[in-house]
């Protein structure tokens, strides 16, 4: 009986883990935005405006090693996040849409949402 509901519990966790995560949403200000790194992106969701160029600031302050990487495949960066340090990453989006950003092991994920 304890083992079924231990069981239901962890099921239940599991759910609430994965299927029902909020997003954090930001739109660049003074074309910057600040991201927190620790166990995973704070904001996940960034919006844009096509054709001006953006500095994404990455804050990593997890020691996780899954996140000392960081690739943005459509803008062709793959940049190396020093934990306790912001780095600075530079995008100009020319079109507009949705492109994804993740970890080294592709674990953790985010969006830049490029709006016309």
């Not at 909020?22 to 995973?40: D, F, L, P, R, T």
């Not at 989006?93 to 949705?98: A, I």
């Amino acid at each position: 009986m304890i083992v079924n509901v231990i069981v239901i519990i962890l099921i239940i966790g599991t759910y609430v883990f994965f299927f029902m995560k909020k997003e954090s949403k930001a739109v660049a200000v003074g074309n910057q935005v600040e991201i927190m790194v620790s166990g995973g992106y704070k904001p996940d969701v960034i919006r844009v405006k096509k054709g001006s160029p953006v500095t994404l600031k990455f804050n990593r302050k997890d020691p996780s090693s899954c996140l000392e990487e960081l690739v943005i495949p459509d803008f062709g960066k793959n940049i190396k996040l020093a934990l306790g340090e912001i780095t600075s990453v530079e995008i100009t989006p020319s079109e507009p849409g949705e492109f994804q950003f993740h970890c080294g092991m592709n674990m953790y994920h985010g969006r830049i949402l490029v709006e016309n």
